[in-house]
């Protein structure tokens, strides 16, 4: 199985500031027929499902705000919010879809300063 | 848009069995893939299984192989999770997803208890 880690495991940011998320795979999710990274960001609020984010480690899903935006290729990737909102709250996850089974990283909280 | 809500969910001794739900509203059910995740208290997520549109593929993760079967019926759109020989650890919130190898929609989830 393909093993995900994130770093750091929770983070405080002040409100309108930089938020930084990294992600690195046991393996690289590079495909390279297709030049495509196998690599999707979640964000989940308090009592509520996970929703996706980004796919492809960068493209941001429709409604997504701009302030949102993935990179990174192989097996490192990074998830930035560029302005920190009070709707940002939550536990934001990667999560690989190259190999079988998906597998998610473990996690990274995200909080007001 | 799409509408997904899971049920079935409960408090089952180490052993038991029990049966999920997860049935769809306001999208075409059998053009997608659709899996199970779950999500054990205060910890992260972990894909279950998942099952091809016309049910002739299935797949899952090791530590619930032999002991869950995932189901759907198309004509109900509905899916299932069969979970028999409860374990401890597999309590957990279980959501069902649509699965286009990533997860772009997702129910509000049922929580299943194993405990004596």
Not at chain 2, 8 to 36: E, I
Not at chain 2, 44 to 66: C, R
Request: aromatic content about 10%; glycine content about 10%.
């Amino acid at each position: 199985d393909i093993v995900m880690t994130q770093s750091p495991d929770s983070l405080a940011v002040s409100l309108g500031e930089r938020a930084t998320i990294n992600c690195k795979s046991s393996q690289s999710v590079l495909y390279t027929s297709n030049n495509k990274n196998y690599l999707a960001w979640y964000q989940q609020r308090p009592g509520q499902p996970p929703k996706l984010l980004i796919s492809w480690a960068s493209t941001r899903e429709s409604g997504v705000p701009d302030r949102f935006s993935g990179s990174g290729s192989g097996t490192d990737f990074t998830l930035t919010i560029s302005s920190l909102q009070a709707e940002d709250v939550a536990v934001y996850y990667c999560h690989q879809y190259y190999g079988a089974p998906p597998t998610f990283g473990p996690g990274t909280k995200v909080d007001i300063e | 848009e799409v509408r997904l809500v899971a049920s079935g969910g409960g408090l089952v001794q180490p052993g038991g069995s029990l049966r999920l739900s997860c049935a769809d509203s306001g999208f075409t059910f059998s053009n997608y893939w659709m899996s199970w995740v779950r999500q054990a208290p205060g910890k992260g997520l972990e894909w279950v299984a998942n099952i091809k549109q016309d049910g002739s593929e299935k797949n899952y993760v090791d530590s619930v192989k032999g002991r869950f079967t995932i189901s759907r019926d198309n004509a109900k759109n509905s899916l299932y999770l069969q979970m028999n020989s409860l374990r401890a650890d597999d309590t957990a919130v279980y959501y069902c997803a649509t699965d286009r190898r990533l997860f772009d929609s997702w129910g509000q989830g049922t929580l299943v208890t194993v405990s004596s």
